[in-house]
């Protein structure tokens, strides 16, 4: 299954670099980003961004029901991601520590942190209705394409 989901994660790495090529606006890259994962990959009902705003996570851009509009640094799956400055793949929402719950009917999650300049600058965040829907290809796959979103923005506000 991982050289499948790796030869998709290939192909939207194309589409998003497409999408976004020349295109400086980061509010529209980031909408493009999460409509392209949302309508993409398969059993997500949530995909999105959490930008960081004056040390908390603010709601950017995503495609899925209404989320939580502000996260604390360091809880909930979200905010682990961006203090630790990791990736986080979380199979079962209810045995995560902490799990802050916008949508009841998600029950896996992948936080993914874009990194800028040594510093943690939003969070790229996908659920699921399905357990353990995301695995360490889908981790591989997310943070390939955050690297392409990152470098049409190089200079992230």
């Known amino acids: 299954?991982?050289?499948?989901?790796?030869?998709?994660y290939g192909e939207l790495a194309d589409q998003l670099g497409a999408l976004i090529a020349g295109e400086p606006d980061?509010?529209?890259n980031t909408a493009n980003m999460a409509a392209l994962l949302y309508h993409a990959l398969p059993e997500l009902n949530w995909a999105g961004f959490y930008i960081v705003r004056e040390g908390e996570l603010v709601l950017?851009?995503?495609?899925?029901?209404?989320?939580c509009v502000r996260i604390a640094w360091g809880k909930g799956v979200c905010g682990t991601a961006a203090a630790r400055g990791a990736a986080i793949l979380v199979p079962d929402v209810d045995a995560f520590p902490g799990h802050i719950a916008c949508d009841a009917a998600s029950r896996s999650e992948l936080a993914v942190p874009l990194v800028a300049g040594c510093r943690v600058v939003a969070i790229l965040d996908l659920d699921s209705p399905r357990l353990g829907r995301f695995d360490d290809a889908d981790r591989a796959g997310c943070e390939r394409l955050v690297a392409v979103l990152l470098a049409q923005h190089p200079d992230w506000p």
């Open 60 to 67: 950017g851009p995503f495609q899925g029901k209404p989320a």
């Open 26 to 28: 980061l509010v529209a």
């Open 1 to 8: 299954m991982f050289s499948g989901k790796r030869a998709v």
